[in-house]
């Protein structure tokens, strides 16, 4: 969001759960509740038996929608 306000571009390859200090489990729920919602596209869930190691496609790939 700074970026976003102060017109800077964003190293989306630094974009991960660390960097918005929260677990890789909630950053995936978070993308995934969006994604549903119609807020994002381009994300693709990887989703394993063990939720902890359920997985997304890399953010180059995501893009906010017109209600996002």
């Known amino acids: 969001m700074n970026c976003y306000k102060n017109d800077l ?11 918005l200090d929260v677990s890789n489990r909630q950053l995936y729920e978070t993308m995934k509740m969006l994604s549903e919602y119609g807020y994002v596209k381009g994300i693709e869930f990887m989703d394993v038996i063990s939720p902890e190691n359920s997985v997304l496609n890399h953010p180059r790939n995501w893009h906010i929608t017109s209600q996002g």
Not at 9 to 19: Q, V, W
């Open 9 to 19: 571009d964003i190293n989306i390859d630094s974009l991960n759960a660390s960097m």
